[in-house]
């Protein structure tokens, strides 16, 4: 059981916090604040969302750059192929290289009208996912993650479609692929496996979503095609009013799916922050992650 193998033993751990940008100066102080609680964990990457429709489009690079600037943090900057074209695409994929972003998270994205809706896409732009990454793959020399789905993407006709995408991704250049949120890791590891089936061998990290919040994150979870299981559910039912409690029964709920994951030999995560650290931080610790403070220039 990895976890409770001496740490010499272990492939050394992998982790990566994924951010928003920032809309107003309260929340900017949030964002920072929490980059600079997590950036002494030496993260591989911090990671920040684009906006439905590219609507964070100079926020995305703002934050991505100075990131890295303040902190000497490596960051990825995510983008979508919503509502543009190709060229216009490309051009902010040479914005990230001019500003000196090596790592793009590429996905396709959602139509403005909701998840749920279908997907459209620009006449002249990339259709997918798949597409995207073969087209920043021939403008520069980029680190690229992509999406994966343990409980299969919403659009995904069956799970032969959704590993044959995922698939299609990694073959058009991706190193890796990060999860949507999932609270059963037994999904999880079965996504893993049909992967592996497929002769998929890139790593499938994790994307682990602390519950700060079940009401928010239940609303998250039903819009991309999480499932909450009952258990869970009713670890959390009546405690909206009972923020302390609640704050006990989510970290203990994240503290049980990373551990479990460790002791099934799981060594990259990847924290979806929602700009907040007190979970996380917690988390990284349990997976035995400290901060080095002197490697951070704080503010
Ligand atoms: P794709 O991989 O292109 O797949 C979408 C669907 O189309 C799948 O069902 C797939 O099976 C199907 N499909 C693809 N190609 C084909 C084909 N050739 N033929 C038939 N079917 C096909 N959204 C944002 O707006 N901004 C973000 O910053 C953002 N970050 C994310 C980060 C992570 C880690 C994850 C997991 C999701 C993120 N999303 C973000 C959400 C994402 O945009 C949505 O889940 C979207 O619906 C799908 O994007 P994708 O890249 O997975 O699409």
């Given at each position: 059981?990895?976890?409770?193998?001496p740490?010499?033993?272990?492939?050394?751990?992998?982790?990566?916090?994924e951010?928003?940008?920032?809309?107003?100066?309260?929340?900017?102080?949030?964002?920072?604040?929490?980059?600079?609680?997590l950036?002494?964990?030496?993260?591989?990457?911090?990671?920040?969302?684009?906006?439905?429709?590219?609507?964070?489009?100079?926020?995305?690079?703002r934050?991505v750059?100075?990131?890295?600037?303040?902190?000497?943090v490596?960051a990825?900057?995510?983008?979508?192929?919503?509502?543009?074209?190709?060229?216009?695409?490309?051009?902010?994929?040479?914005?990230?290289?001019?500003?000196?972003?090596?790592?793009?998270?590429?996905?396709?994205?959602?139509?403005?009208?909701?998840?749920?809706?279908?997907?459209?896409?620009?006449p002249?732009g990339?259709?997918?996912?798949?597409?995207?990454v073969?087209?920043?793959?021939?403008?520069?020399?980029?680190?690229?993650?992509?999406?994966?789905?343990?409980?299969?993407?919403?659009?995904?006709?069956d799970?032969?479609?959704?590993?044959?995408?995922?698939?299609?991704?990694?073959?058009?250049?991706?190193?890796?692929?990060?999860?949507?949120?999932?609270?059963?890791n037994?999904?999880?590891?079965?996504?893993?496996?049909?992967?592996?089936?497929?002769?998929?061998?890139a790593?499938?990290?994790p994307?682990?979503?602390?519950?700060?919040s079940?009401?928010?994150?239940?609303?998250?979870?039903?819009?991309?095609?999480?499932?909450?299981?009952?258990?869970?559910?009713?670890?959390?039912?009546?405690?909206?009013?009972?923020?302390?409690?609640?704050?006990?029964?989510?970290?203990?709920?994240?503290?049980?799916?990373?551990?479990?994951?460790?002791?099934?030999?799981?060594?990259?995560f990847?924290?979806?922050?929602?700009?907040?650290?007190?979970?996380?931080?917690?988390?990284?610790r349990?997976?035995?992650?400290?901060?080095?403070?002197?490697?951070?220039?704080?503010?």
């Amino acid at each position: 059981r990895t976890s409770r193998q001496p740490a010499q033993l272990r492939p050394p751990l992998q982790i990566s916090f994924e951010f928003f940008p920032p809309k107003t100066d309260a929340m900017e102080e949030r964002f920072w604040e929490t980059i600079h609680k997590l950036a002494p964990l030496r993260p591989r990457f911090v990671s920040v969302t684009y906006g439905a429709g590219g609507t964070t489009r100079e926020r995305t690079l703002r934050m991505v750059s100075q990131v890295k600037s303040e902190t000497g943090v490596d960051a990825a900057a995510h983008l979508t192929c919503v509502g543009a074209s190709r060229d216009e695409v490309d051009e902010v994929v040479r914005g990230y290289q001019r500003a000196g972003i090596n790592r793009i998270v590429a996905l396709r994205g959602d139509p403005p009208e909701g998840v749920g809706q279908p997907f459209v896409p620009h006449p002249k732009g990339y259709r997918n996912a798949a597409e995207l990454v073969a087209g920043i793959r021939r403008i520069g020399d980029f680190d690229i993650s992509v999406a994966a789905y343990p409980e299969r993407h919403p659009q995904s006709a069956d799970w032969g479609a959704e590993i044959d995408n995922l698939k299609r991704k990694l073959d058009a250049g991706a190193d890796r692929a990060i999860t949507q949120m999932f609270f059963s890791n037994a999904d999880y590891l079965r996504y893993l496996e049909r992967a592996r089936a497929a002769g998929i061998t890139a790593p499938i990290v994790p994307g682990i979503q602390p519950i700060h919040s079940f009401k928010q994150i239940s609303g998250f979870a039903s819009r991309c095609g999480a499932s909450i299981p009952t258990w869970l559910a009713d670890r959390f039912e009546g405690l909206e009013n009972d923020p302390e409690t609640h704050q006990l029964v989510a970290a203990a709920v994240a503290a049980e799916q990373v551990t479990e994951l460790l002791d099934e030999g799981v060594t990259e995560f990847h924290f979806y922050t929602l700009n907040r650290y007190n979970l996380v931080l917690a988390l990284a610790r349990l997976l035995g992650r400290r901060p080095a403070e002197e490697t951070v220039s704080a503010t």
